[in-house]
């Protein structure tokens, strides 16, 4: 998940930090966190909007300009519970609410994490690897190493991804829409995916009545973007659930759009057979 870095620590115990992954610097103030392994409660904070400046108060907050209070008095009381390097996560609570939707932290990509749980719990006439890779958001670091361990035949990346089916975007912009199924990437800042491999994939999606949809090209990406350049190349497909607010504290899916993406995965695996090979 993205979140942030202990960077150091003010005489007053306020606590500095770096991002690790992206996130809009816009969103964080007043967010209530978690550091560290022993899970200091906390809250990001910034000078009181009634002490700032005319050109402050109009100008978003940087990283730079915020800290996080987790109620010390001085810098030694805060260094008996908190290191330089502590990662620092946000303090989000899963909640069911809507047509079936969920809130939570974190979706892109624990939603990956739990559809391929539930993968391994199904037995398929091939073998199959399942890799929870780490340091995606910070640069595809996991997947690297390990897709050049395993060098698999064919690679299927699980994630949740963006989605921006939302007031303010027309719809020509969606790149995703909530409840319309999982979704087949084509194309993002990393990866031109096989077209016959995630054709193949929606198709099998539509002739079994699992709704499917494709993510249309855009910014962003995901680990099939390191995989696919591994050795002498890996045909990859990303099937995603679409997720409103990715990278924030608070990100949105459907769960319909969860159950969806299982089902192909699995209709894949049975699908596809041992040493096939797919290429354009």
Do not use: W
Not at 104 to 130: Q, W
Not at 173 to 187: C, D, F, R, V, W
Not at 255 to 267: I, N, P, Y
């Amino acid at each position: 998940e993205v979140g942030l870095m202990v960077k150091s620590i003010d005489e007053g115990g306020f606590i500095k930090f770096a991002q690790a992954g992206g996130l809009d610097e816009r969103i964080l103030v007043s967010k209530p966190v978690l550091v560290g392994k022993n899970k200091i409660q906390g809250v990001i904070g910034a000078k009181a909007i009634h002490l700032q400046e005319k050109d402050e108060r109009e100008t978003p907050l940087k990283t730079k300009q915020l800290y996080i209070d987790i109620g010390a008095k001085s810098k030694e009381d805060t260094e008996k519970l908190v290191k330089l390097g502590d990662y620092v996560a946000f303090d989000s609570e899963y909640v069911e609410f809507g047509n079936n939707l969920v809130k939570a932290k974190a979706l892109d990509d624990r939603a990956g994490c739990a559809a391929l749980i539930e993968t391994l719990k199904h037995e398929y006439n091939v073998t199959i690897v399942a890799a929870f890779t780490v340091q995606e958001e910070i640069g595809l670091r996991g997947a690297t190493v390990a897709a050049y361990n395993i060098n698999p035949d064919i690679a299927l990346v699980l994630e949740g991804t963006l989605c921006s089916d939302v007031s303010n975007v027309p719809e020509h912009s969606y790149i995703t829409k909530l409840g319309n199924g999982p979704a087949i990437s084509l194309m993002d800042s990393r990866t031109i995916f096989p077209k016959n491999l995630a054709k193949r994939i929606f198709d099998l999606a539509v002739k079994n009545g699992v709704d499917i949809q494709y993510r249309l090209p855009s910014p962003g990406g995901n680990d099939a973007g390191a995989i696919h350049t591994i050795r002498e190349g890996v045909p990859c497909a990303a099937i995603s659930v679409p997720c409103r607010y990715i990278h924030s504290p608070a990100s949105v899916m459907s769960k319909d759009d969860f159950e969806g993406l299982k089902k192909v995965v699995k209709l894949f695996l049975e699908d596809i057979k041992e040493g096939e090979y797919i290429r354009d």
